[in-house]
């Protein structure tokens, strides 16, 4: 049977029956890597054709993946902290796609593992609102360069993702058009939790909308399978403003409902066309989500108090107040998005019974995707860079929607920053991150730490410290890198200059002296 390259990483998710019964004319032709010789099968084989001759190593196409010369590179959509997304042509066709670059810090330790698991569950999945994986297209690195193997997932183009539309000026998204997105979204939710995948960030960053009015639920990387046996994942998960109170407060064996949380951020994202829970740091962020929907009590939050951090962080009793945050969207609105934001994830709403609610079923109906308006191009990517060139004055600022306005109006609390100071996925101001972050590639969140010291991932459990080794090893690599130069260049400035004229550009006040000075002695 003829095995491709992409069968080594789907092998887990296709199994092959044990005993094959062909008949000679169906009977499949050696692969390239078989060990039987040409000489040794004759032409009229049936289990041999020309065309399977084991080609010259220099000319040898990687079998079951395309190369990345088939298509043609146009402009970055987006970069996140497994990979970068660019536009791209299918050359013999004309197809638009999106390439997803894998990143591969040491191309000795193979494949990531979040990008085996990211292809392994995309490839389970069939679903109109969730994106197809569509390819695998690999670009060998010239060693004498030292250029390293990129791999890139192959997606279909998608015109706008939600965040960039929603910051998009000229975009106003009707009741019915919200509507249709919701559903959407919820059908493609419910398709994930019924094939007991958690895909643990949801954002409207992530979610792909084409001009033909379809949604799509995209960027699998931090996806993984639900167990049933109470399994302990990490929660260093979802990005900041889409993550559930219960992840704040080091809850490790969660379930589908820190999705249903994220659909519900996103959800007042569409009726207010900006972010509702906009925290600065961890802790702002839950104070924020204790203001929007109440503190937590043994009615709203059952044993809140007995999970790892709870005692960490201080709050003031507020009282909950969703639906009068959004009364001015109809009791429907505020009453599925009530039902949404609960504390308590047991009671959060799952994605078949948020189908069923009656927003769904009252005036004005969902939309045909079809019916939708068509948009210029909007992603998130490009308006946060057109943000960056007007701060920095380089040029023009589209005005959108303003995502440093305060969302809900919570009140201004003291609260501890967080481990990297950052924004909103990470990327804050032009300032905003660690002292190193110009070379740290990881800047979505500090995924080491969490918003208190004592949640480490170093002392977390072995899948952690997998998943997260070739990253630090690269970080750390990065930082010693930049402190060994400044190091050198301190060297080679000591060594330039003798040491009589040798002087410190800005000499220190010495120290002053706590023991007093002995009596100088007279030479005679």
């Not at 699998?220 to 260093?236: P, Q, S, V």
Request: with cysteine; aromatic share 8%; charged share 30%.
């Amino acid at each position: 049977m003829k095995r491709s390259a992409t069968d080594d990483i789907h092998s887990s998710t296709q199994k092959r029956p044990l005993n094959h019964t062909h008949s000679p004319a169906q009977t499949s032709p050696p692969p390239y890597y078989s060990n039987a010789s040409p000489a040794s099968i004759t032409s009229s084989s049936p289990q041999y054709t020309p065309q399977h001759r084991r080609s010259p190593k220099e000319t040898r196409k990687y079998v079951g993946c395309s190369r990345i010369s088939d298509y043609e590179m146009e402009d970055k959509l987006g970069e996140g902290t497994f990979g970068e997304v660019h536009k791209a042509r299918r050359k013999p066709t004309g197809e638009l796609v999106a390439l997803k670059r894998i990143l591969m810090h040491n191309e000795k330790d193979g494949v990531p593992i979040t990008a085996i698991r990211e292809i392994k569950i995309l490839k389970q999945l069939h679903h109109k609102n969730i994106v197809p994986l569509t390819d695998i297209a690999v670009q060998k690195g010239n060693r004498s360069k030292k250029e390293r193997t990129s791999i890139y997932m192959v997606f279909p183009y998608m015109d706008h993702d939600l965040a960039g539309l929603l910051e998009n000026p000229s975009v106003k998204l009707s009741v019915p058009q919200i509507k249709t997105y919701l559903k959407q979204l919820l059908e493609g939710t419910s398709y994930l939790h019924h094939n007991k995948i958690l895909h643990r960030d949801m954002k409207a960053a992530n979610l792909l909308i084409s001009n033909e009015g379809i949604l799509q639920i995209a960027d699998f990387g931090l996806a993984r399978g639900l167990e049933e046996d109470g399994k302990e994942y990490t929660n260093c998960v979802v990005t900041r403003w889409y993550r559930p109170p219960e992840l704040f407060l080091g809850e490790r064996r969660y379930t589908t409902a820190i999705d249903m949380w994220g659909v519900g951020c996103v959800f007042g994202e569409m009726l207010k066309s900006r972010p509702i829970l906009q925290g600065s740091t961890d802790l702002d962020q839950l104070q924020k989500i204790f203001w929007l929907c109440g503190s937590p009590t043994q009615e709203t939050m059952p044993d809140w108090d007995n999970l790892p951090q709870a005692n960490t962080v201080t709050f003031g009793p507020y009282q909950r107040r969703v639906k009068d945050e959004f009364s001015s969207f109809g009791s429907q609105a505020a009453g599925l998005l009530d039902q949404l934001l609960v504390l308590d994830k047991n009671k959060r709403l799952t994605a078949d019974a948020a189908l069923d609610h009656d927003y769904f079923w009252t005036n004005p109906l969902p939309a045909e995707p079809t019916d939708l308006p068509k948009y210029e191009a909007s992603h998130e990517y490009d308006r946060r860079k057109q943000k960056q060139e007007h701060h920095n004055g380089n040029g023009p600022h589209k005005p959108g929607r303003d995502s440093s306005l305060p969302a809900i109006g919570a009140p201004p609390h003291q609260a501890l920053p967080s481990s990297n100071y950052a924004g909103r996925h990470g990327y804050g101001s032009n300032q905003a991150g660690r002292k190193y972050d110009n070379n740290d590639r990881y800047k979505s969140y500090d995924r080491d730490r969490s918003y208190h010291d004592k949640l480490d991932r170093r002392d977390g459990h072995d899948r952690d410290k997998d998943r997260d080794r070739d990253r630090d090893r690269d970080r750390d690599r990065d930082r010693g890198r930049d402190r060994d130069r400044d190091r050198d260049r301190s060297n080679r400035n000591d060594h330039s200059s003798s040491s009589k004229d040798h002087r410190p550009p800005h000499p220190l006040p010495a120290r002053p002296s706590t023991t007093v000075p002995p009596a100088p002695t007279k030479r005679y």
